[in-house]
């Protein structure tokens, strides 16, 4: 669910740990914006990274 729809960016998993040590699965999820992009002559709402926005591969509509 948590998936860029441009550059197919995902979650990324490790451990959270404690100051005891102690390792509890956590994850890191992308910054996703749901944003009005143009596709070819149409307008489409889209879930794209905030790296996408900001390196243009996503023109805003």
Do not use: F
């Not at 890191?28 to 390196?55: A, D, E, F, Y």
């Amino acid at each position: 669910m948590a998936r860029c729809e441009i550059c197919n960016k995902g979650p990324l998993y490790g451990h959270r740990i404690s100051h005891a040590h102690n390792l509890t699965k956590r994850r890191w999820n992308p910054n996703l914006q749901r944003v009005r992009v143009v596709v070819g002559k149409t307008h489409k709402s889209m879930r794209v990274c905030t790296n996408c926005i900001r390196s243009g591969r996503v023109t805003k509509a």
